[in-house]
Nanobody, 115 residues
Framework: QVQLVESGGGLVQPGGSLRLSCAAS????????MGWYRQAPGKERELVAA???????NYADSVKGRFTISRDNAKNTVYLQMNSLKPDDTAVYYC?????????WGKGTLVTVSS
């Protein structure tokens, strides 16, 4: 089992920045990939960014050049640095861990981009 706890969401003005954190605990060794998804009101959940155990990363086209995913293996924590935020980035952001065919999810953290 893997437990994920997100933090760092909040209200930010357009053009601002936020950093989300996801702390993982439990059977960490089974995790291959960690990532961030988001779900806006009335929309389906979508992948924002992912980082694979070897270190390679993947981003949604809508966030490339603005968001950066990183991890601290010593702290079992994954981060999402979000810059140049837009109102369209408003959503609940969920941390995801995948390993041995199983997806694990955090409870989500709300990011609101508004003036």
């Amino acid at each position: 089992q893997v437990q994920l706890v997100e933090s760092g969401g909040g209200l930010v003005q357009p053009g601002g920045s936020l950093r989300l954190s996801c702390a993982a605990s439990g059977t960490i060794g089974m995790i291959n990939t960690m990532g961030w998804y988001r779900q806006a009101p009335g929309k389906e959940r979508e992948l924002v960014a992912a980082i694979i155990s070897g270190g390679s990363t993947n981003y949604a086209d809508s966030v490339k050049g603005r968001f950066t995913i990183s991890r601290d293996n010593a702290k079992n924590t994954v981060y999402l640095q979000m810059n140049s935020l837009k109102p369209d980035d408003t959503a609940v952001y969920y941390c995801n861990a995948f390993g041995r065919g199983i997806n694990y999810w955090g409870k989500g953290t709300l990011v609101t981009v508004s003036s």
